[in-house]
């Protein structure tokens, strides 16, 4: 088990900005990422990291979020701007590692109009 501690999630008004961390222990090599769910609905890719650096995004994020990783404190940053009502979710971080998907617990972000 890999252990993902995420943290900076809140509450916002829309066309405010956060920024998500995702902490990860042990040796991590794999692609790490954010994805987001709402009640009733499939987890949603928000956006991925690989340990060179190669992004990938959601359309709906493009050009507002942005993935970061610092591979020698194992850390992943998520900064949201120009948030919107429709980016409420709880949001949680992955890492695709060894064949194996490993999750934090969830962060809540909450956007309001």
């Known amino acids: 088990q890999v252990p993902l501690v995420e943290s900076g999630g809140g509450l916002v008004q829309a066309g405010g900005s956060l920024t998500l961390s995702c902490a990860a222990s042990g040796f991590i090599f794999g692609p790490m990422g954010w994805y987001r769910q709402t009640p009733g609905k499939q987890r949603d890719l928000v956006a991925t990291i690989t340990i060179a650096g190669l992004t990938n995004y959601a359309d709906s994020v493009k050009g507002r979020f942005t993935i970061s990783r610092d591979n020698a404190k194992k850390v992943v940053h998520l900064q949201m701007n120009s948030l919107k009502p429709d980016d409420t979710a709880v949001y949680y971080c992955?890492?695709?590692?060894?064949?194996?998907?490993?999750w934090g617990r969830g962060t809540q972000v909450t956007v309001s109009s």
């Open positions: 992955n890492l695709d590692q060894a064949q194996r998907q490993f």
